[in-house]
């Protein structure tokens, strides 16, 4: 085992420990907060002895996907406001009574 994969072996058992000590303390919400970490944690550490660099040995480098032309849309065009009257001056008006 290398030394990555014995770091990565006790983060996950550091994790794993954690959750079940919250758990027992009735903590769940942290528990919640944990899975989708912990999930992408087992993940990764379940694909990475098989592939070491993002490879399988003896397969070169994954060819770049091929580039999708979008068509444009012309932009819509909008009329232009109609203008406003102009307006009277502050305090021109009488007051009603």
């Given amino acids: ?3 990555r994969q014995m770091m990565t072996v006790a983060v996950l058992a550091a994790v794993l420990v ?3 000590v919250m758990t027992a303390m009735g903590q769940l919400a942290a528990v919640a ?3 989708p ?7 990764q550490i379940c694909a990475a002895p098989g592939t ?3 490879t399988d040995p003896g397969q070169g ?3 770049p996907a091929p580039t999708l032309s979008v068509p444009t849309l012309p932009a819509p065009t909008l009329p232009a406001p109609a203008p ?3 307006a009277a001056p502050a305090g021109s008006e ?4």
């Fill in 37 to 43: 970490s912990l999930g992408l944690l087992v993940q």
């Fill in 52 to 54: 070491p660099g993002g």
């Fill in 84 to 86: 406003r009257p102009p």
């Fill in 33 to 35: 907060a944990l899975l």
């Fill in 18 to 20: 954690w959750s079940t």
């Fill in 94 to 97: 009488e007051p009603s009574r």
């Fill in 1 to 3: 085992m290398t030394n």
């Fill in 61 to 63: 480098p994954t060819p």
